[in-house]
């Protein structure tokens, strides 16, 4: 079946400019997480939905980054005005239920701002 | 917060033999960990998983072991293959406003040589 999905795999943007990446999560998964991964580091989460609902956002680094998910299924991590030290990948992950189990990931979205 | 680290950084080892990873963490409460396997321009893949409540599981030619005693995770690959060649990372996660959002390591990198 079907793995989680991201689009675009590689993002150049501008100093200044807004981006938006898109997760496309394994259907009927209930909890979707957000991850930041800087070259040659282990991920770092941003947040996590449970369904539509963001339950947590305390790992986005600022108030520049937005993410939401507004029918449960979808989601969408939004970066306003791009800084050089966002540049990363950044990783969509999901999961059938809300307990302990593994996390699928996507293959990420490489951000570059120039 | 949850700090989970890594002994090495890279392990080189031939075709054939067996690897062992390491990893400590930090956060007694965290009562779920897991293996990662990366390829490079990929999203990490499921390796194996373990609650706290065990202290060793094994896979397909993949152990891992857990002491709570000393905080230690360690991922056992035995009869190496070239296609092993990643980077590895360990992640603990607890139940928290996050769900199970996992906390992972700085990543070790295999080197399988034929």
């Known amino acids: 079946g079907a793995g989680v999905s991201q689009s675009p795999r590689y993002k150049v943007a501008k100093r200044g400019q807004d981006v938006a990446l898109r997760c496309d999560p394994i259907?009927?998964?209930?909890?979707l997480f957000w991850y930041q991964q800087a070259l040659g580091q282990g991920p770092e989460f941003l947040t996590y939905f449970q369904n539509e609902a963001q339950l947590d956002k305390s790992g986005l680094p600022s108030d520049r980054f937005f993410a939401e998910r507004p029918e449960g299924s979808v989601s969408t991590l939004k970066i306003q005005r791009t800084q050089q030290e966002d540049s990363a990948v950044y990783l969509c992950a999901s999961t059938l239920g809300t307990g302990p189990y593994e996390q699928y990931f996507g293959p990420g979205t490489r951000l570059t701002v120039t | 917060g949850e700090s989970v680290g890594l002994h090495l950084p890279t392990l080189s080892v031939q075709e054939g033999d067996n690897s062992i990873i390491n990893c400590a963490y930090s956060?007694?409460?965290?009562?779920?960990f897991i293996w990662y396997k990366q390829e490079s321009g990929k999203g990490p893949q499921f390796i194996i998983d373990?609650?706290?409540?065990?202290d060793k599981r094994q896979g397909q030619r993949v152990t891992v072991l857990l002491n709570k005693t000393v905080k230690h995770l360690s991922l056992q690959i035995a009869a190496t293959q070239p296609g092993d060649s990643a980077v590895y990372f360990c992640a603990g996660a607890l139940n928290s406003n996050s769900g199970y959002a996992l906390n992972f390591g700085k990543g070790t990198s295999l080197l399988v040589t034929p």
């Open positions: 956060n007694s409460a965290s009562d779920y």
């Open positions: 259907s009927g998964h209930v909890s």
């Open positions: 373990i609650r706290s409540n065990m």
